[in-house]
C-alpha cells in the first residue's frame, strides 16, 4: 500500500511540474538568464555586433566611470527631481480627490473613472497627446495663456528650464488616478464610528482629516509612494517620446540613459553597470521604506 500510495503522489507531483514547466522555461529564459548575463556583462564591455567573440573583461572599470560621466550624473539629478517633486503630488491630489468622491457626489463613479483612466490609456499615446498640448507655438495650453494675456508663455518642452517640470506634471495627470483608487479602497476600511464618536467631541472636518484620515491611511501612503517612487525611478516613455532627452539633457534619466548607452552607442557592459545601480538605488530606497513603515505602524 505504501508503494501505491507513493507512486501516486509522485504522479500527482510529475504531472504539477509539468503544467509549470512552460511558465517555469519562459521566467528562466526570458527573466532570469537575462538578469544573469547582465550581471556578468558589467565587469566586460561586449560590442555585441561581434557577437560573444566581442567580450573583454574590464573588471570594475565600468563603475569606475560612473563617477566621470556627466550624463550619468545629471540622469541622476533629474530622476532625483522627478520622484522628489512628482510623487508627494500624486499623494497628495490622490488623497484629496479620493476624500471628495468618497462623499455623496454627483456623477462619483463616472468622476471616478474617468480620473482613474489616463492611468490604463497606453503611456506613449498619453505623451503625444501631451507633446501636442505643449508646443510653443500652437499648442493649445499657450494658446488660453496668451488668451489671458501671457504674451509670452513657457516654451515647455522646447526650453532647458521648463522641460523637465512639463514631463512631470504630465506623470503627476497620469499617476493621480492610481492613488485615488487605492486611497478609496482605504478609506473603505476606516470605521464611521470614529467619525461619529470625533463629531460628538466637537472636531472639525479639518480636524477629523489631519487626526482620523490621515493616521490611518498611513500604511496605504506608504504602499502608494514605493509603487510611485519606482515608477517614476523607471520612467522611460514619456521621455523617450516627448524629449529624447533633450534639450540639452535637460530631461535625461536613467532609463533613457540606459537605452542610448545600449542600443545607440552599443556600450553594453557600462549600460548593464548603470542598469544595477538603478536597481540598487530602487531597492535601499524601498527597503527604507519598508522599514519606515514598520517604526511607524510600532509607534501608533
Same mark, same amino acid.
Given at each position: 500500500?505504501r508503494?501505491?500510495?507513493?507512486r ?60 566621470? &560621466? ?34 455623496h ?30 508646443r510653443a507655438? &500652437? ?6 495663456l ?23 506634471i ?67 516613455g ?6 529624447q ?16 548607452l ?36 510600532q509607534?501608533?
Open positions: 500500500m508503494q501505491l500510495w507513493r501516486a503522489s509522485f504522479r500527482e507531483n510529475l504531472a504539477g511540474y509539468l503544467f509549470i514547466l512552460p511558465n517555469l522555461s519562459g521566467y528562466f529564459l526570458f527573466v532570469l538568464l537575462p538578469i544573469l548575463f547582465s550581471l556578468y556583462l558589467v565587469f566586460n564591455d561586449w560590442e555585441y555586433l561581434k557577437g560573444f567573440s566581442g567580450i573583454s573583461w574590464v573588471g570594475l572599470d565600468n563603475f569606475k566611470a560612473l563617477g566621470s &560621466d556627466p550624463k550619468f550624473l545629471k540622469a541622476l539629478q533629474n530622476n532625483t527631481i522627478f520622484t522628489v517633486v512628482s510623487v508627494p503630488a500624486s499623494i497628495i491630489l490622490g488623497l484629496v480627490l479620493a476624500v471628495i468622491l468618497n462623499k457626489v454627483y456623477f462619483k463613479n463616472t468622476l471616478r473613472t474617468l480620473i482613474f483612466l489616463p492611468y490604463v490609456s497606453s503611456l506613449v499615446a498619453v505623451s503625444v497627446i501631451w507633446s501636442i498640448m505643449y507655438s &500652437d499648442g493649445p495650453i499657450n494658446q488660453v496668451r488668451n489671458f494675456g501671457i504674451s509670452h508663455p513657457p516654451g515647455w518642452l522646447s526650453s532647458p528650464d521648463s522641460a523637465l517640470f512639463a514631463i512631470i504630465m506623470s503627476v495627470w497620469v499617476t493621480i488616478g492610481y492613488a485615488m483608487v487605492i486611497y478609496l479602497a482605504g478609506l473603505q476600511g476606516i470605521s464611521k464610528d470614529l467619525y461619529e464618536a470625533s463629531e460628538i467631541d466637537g472636531a472639525s472636518k479639518l480636524r477629523q482629516f489631519f487626526r482620523i484620515t490621515v493616521p490611518m491611511l498611513t500604511p496605504t501612503t506608504f504602499l502608494i509612494a514605493i509603487t510611485l517612487i519606482i515608477w517614476s525611478f523607471q520612467v522611460f514619456p521621455v523617450a517620446v516627448m524629449t532627452g533633450g534639450p540639452i539633457d535637460s530631461t535625461m534619466v536613467l532609463s533613457y540613459h540606459i537605452y542610448l545600449a542600443f545607440r552607442y552599443y556600450k553594453m557592459g557600462y549600460a548593464a553597470a548603470v542598469s544595477w545601480v538603478l536597481f540598487a538605488i530602487i531597492f535601499v530606497v524601498t527597503l527604507i521604506q519598508w522599514q519606515s513603515q514598520k517604526r511607524w505602524q509607534h501608533f
